[in-house]
């Protein structure tokens, strides 16, 4: 089966732009997850979907970041302004359901200048 | 808090060794334990949850509740085993969502 797809690889902004990063998850999975990974650092969640509804975004900074699944498909992940410490790799994941196995995309390399 | 240490941020050992990649964690409740790997120009994946008790690519991991720990091990490494390596914990029959990682060992296997 495919994997999970995710654009653009690499994006370079100033900060105080915007940028925003598209996944498309593995067909069939219900659950979908952003995750934010600094370098040296360990994954850590951003937001959590199930279909078209947020799950968890607890660790969302919501004055900047927004992300949205209208069709319980594709996603994407704003960041509005960007700021010198939001560079980090933005990986997406998949799973058929919430209690399954995640499956994870090649990541979005964000570089803030 | 909840927390994952892995002390390590490398370990370099030569090829037929015995590898032990170490994890500790922090946890008020019931844990389910995770390690991910992640080969070099490839994804991060899914190398084995405590619960399957699996044993993948010769890696074994065994939960210790009474010393929180959940180490990594292989009695011979291999230089395909070279690779960063994440241990993760989630609440034990939760969303997989709320997965805690360490910030990862890197493992070189020399030949």
């Known amino acids: 089966e495919a994997g999970v797809a995710q654009s653009p690889r690499y994006k370079i902004i100033e900060k105080r732009q915007s940028v925003a990063f598209w996944c498309n998850p593995i067909s069939g999975h219900a659950t979908l997850y952003w995750y934010q990974q600094i370098l040296g650092q360990g994954p850590k969640l951003l937001i959590q979907f199930q279909n078209n509804g947020v799950v968890d975004d607890s660790q969302l900074p919501k004055d900047r970041f927004s992300a949205e699944r209208l069709k319980g498909v594709d996603s994407t992940l704003k960041i509005q302004p960007a700021k010198l410490e939001d560079s980090a790799v933005y990986l997406c994941a998949s799973s058929s359901d919430m209690w399954d196995e995640q499956y994870f995309g090649p990541g979005t390399r964000l570089t803030v200048t | 808090a909840q927390r994952v240490t892995q002390p390590e941020k490398l370990l370099s050992v030569f090829k037929g060794a015995p590898v032990e990649l170490k994890c500790n964690y922090s946890?008020?409740?019931?844990?389910?334990l995770f390690w991910y790997v992640q080969y070099s120009r490839q994804r991060l994946q899914l190398l084995l949850r405590?619960?399957s008790r699996e044993s993948i690519k010769g890696f074994t991991a065994d939960l210790n509740k009474g010393e929180t720990s959940f180490h990594l091990k292989k009695p011979f490494a291999q230089e395909e085993d070279s690779a960063m390596y994440y241990c993760?914990?989630?609440?034990?029959?939760?969303?997989?969502?709320?997965?805690?990682f360490g910030k990862g060992t890197k493992l070189s296997v020399k030949p």
């Open positions: 405590h619960i």
């Open positions: 946890y008020s409740g019931s844990p389910e």
């Open positions: 993760a914990l989630t609440r034990y029959g939760g969303s997989q969502g709320n997965l805690i």
